[in-house]
C-alpha cells in the first residue's frame, strides 16, 4: 500500500515497469536481508546502489525511494504496535544484546550450544553464537567447509571461518552419502564444478546445456533476466518442453 500511495502521489519509481506487490517484495527482501545481516535499515538502498557497476541518477533515485518506504513501513508498523521478521531481529540485534541484564541471564540459562549447518549461518547468527560461545560449557557445531545454499539468504561462511573457528577444535570427518546413490553424488559434483568454472557448461552423456544467470541486485531482476533467456533460447529453436529452470 505504501509503494502504490508514494506511486500516485510523487510519482515515485517512474523508471521502473514493475507492479507495486513486484516491488514490495524486493523491498521486504532486502529489508529482512540487512537484518540478518545485523546492517541497519537505513543503509539498504546506499549498499545496494554502490553495488551496481551501472550507476545512474534515476537508479539512485530509486533506491532512495526504497529507503523512505522502508522508514515508513517501520513507522506505521510501530503505530499499529505490529512487528515482522526484519523488525524482530533488528530490535533483537540492537536492543536486547546490548542490554547487560539481558546477557547476564541469556549466559546463565544457556549451558550448551548445538548448531547444525553452520556454513549457512548469517551474520547476525554468527554474532550471536559468538557471543554465547565463551560462557557457555561446550559447543558442538557441524560445518561444510564447502558451503551451502545459505548464501541466498544472506549466509557468510567466511565470516564464520574468521569469527568461530579460530575459537573451536576442529574434528574432520569423512562420511560417505548415504541419501542416495553414488552415481547422483558423482553426477553433482560434476554439475558443481561445471557451474562455478564456466557459464555453459556440456554434461556427457546426456549432452545438457548449463546456463548460469549472472547475479542481480534485485529479484525482479533475476526473473527479468530469466524469462529474458527463455524466449531467446525459444527463438533459437529450443523447445519450451525441453527447458529446466533450477
Known amino acids: 500500500?505504501?509503494?502504490?500511495?508514494?506511486?500516485?502521489?510523487?510519482?515515485?519509481?517512474?523508471?521502473?515497469?514493475?507492479?507495486?506487490?513486484?516491488?514490495?517484495?524486493?523491498?521486504?527482501?532486502?529489508?529482512?536481508?540487512?537484518?540478518?545481516?545485523?546492517?541497519?535499515?537505513?543503509?539498504?538502498?546506499?549498499?545496494?546502489?554502490?553495488?551496481?557497476?551501472?550507476?545512474?541518477?534515476?537508479?539512485?533515485?530509486?533506491?532512495?525511494?526504497?529507503?523512505?518506504?522502508?522508514?515508513?513501513?517501520?513507522?506505521?508498523?510501530?503505530?499499529?504496535?505490529v512487528m515482522d521478521f526484519a523488525m524482530a531481529v533488528d530490535f533483537y540485534n540492537s536492543i536486547l544484546l546490548k542490554e547487560e541484564d539481558y546477557l547476564r541471564s541469556l549466559k546463565s540459562r544457556i549451558k550448551y550450544l548445538i548448531v547444525d549447518n553452520l556454513e549457512e549461518a548469517v551474520p547476525m547468527e554468527i554474532n550471536f553464537i559468538n557471543t554465547l560461545i565463551d560462557s557457555v560449557d561446550g559447543a558442538m557445531m557441524s560445518y561444510n567447509p564447502d558451503g551451502g545454499y545459505g548464501s541466498i539468504f544472506g549466509g557468510n561462511k567466511e565470516y564464520v571461518e574468521n569469527v568461530l573457528l579460530p575459537k573451536c577444535e576442529v574434528e574432520k570427518i569423512e562420511t560417505a552419502p548415504y541419501t542416495c546413490d553414488k552415481y547422483m553424488t558423482e553426477f553433482s559434483n560434476m554439475l558443481f564444478e561445471g557451474?562455478?568454472?564456466?557459464?555453459?557448461?556440456?554434461?556427457?552423456?546426456?549432452?545438457?546445456?548449463?546456463?548460469?544467470?549472472?547475479?542481480?541486485?534485485?529479484?525482479?531482476?533475476?526473473?527479468?533476466?530469466?524469462?529474458?533467456?527463455?524466449?531467446?533460447?525459444?527463438?533459437?529453436?529450443?523447445?519450451?518442453?525441453?527447458?529446466?529452470?533450477?
Do not use: W
Not at 50 to 56: C, Q, V
Not at 66 to 79: N, S, T, V
Not at 203 to 225: F, Q, T
Open 1 to 81: 500500500m505504501l509503494v502504490e500511495k508514494r506511486r500516485n502521489s510523487q510519482d515515485s519509481f517512474l523508471n521502473l515497469i514493475d507492479k507495486d506487490s513486484s516491488i514490495a517484495i524486493d523491498i521486504s527482501s532486502n529489508f529482512v536481508k540487512a537484518a540478518a545481516a545485523a546492517l541497519s535499515y537505513k543503509d539498504i538502498g546506499y549498499r545496494l546502489y554502490n553495488a551496481l557497476d551501472a550507476k545512474t541518477e534515476d537508479k539512485k533515485a530509486i533506491f532512495d525511494e526504497a529507503d523512505k518506504i522502508i522508514e515508513d513501513y517501520r513507522k506505521r508498523c510501530l503505530e499499529c504496535g
Open 195 to 246: 557451474i562455478l568454472g564456466k557459464e555453459n557448461v556440456k554434461l556427457k552423456p546426456n549432452g545438457i546445456d548449463v546456463i548460469r544467470m549472472p547475479e542481480a541486485v534485485l529479484r525482479s531482476d533475476m526473473l527479468e533476466n530469466v524469462v529474458d533467456k527463455i524466449v531467446e533460447l525459444t527463438e533459437a529453436g529450443y523447445s519450451q518442453s525441453d527447458i529446466a529452470i533450477v
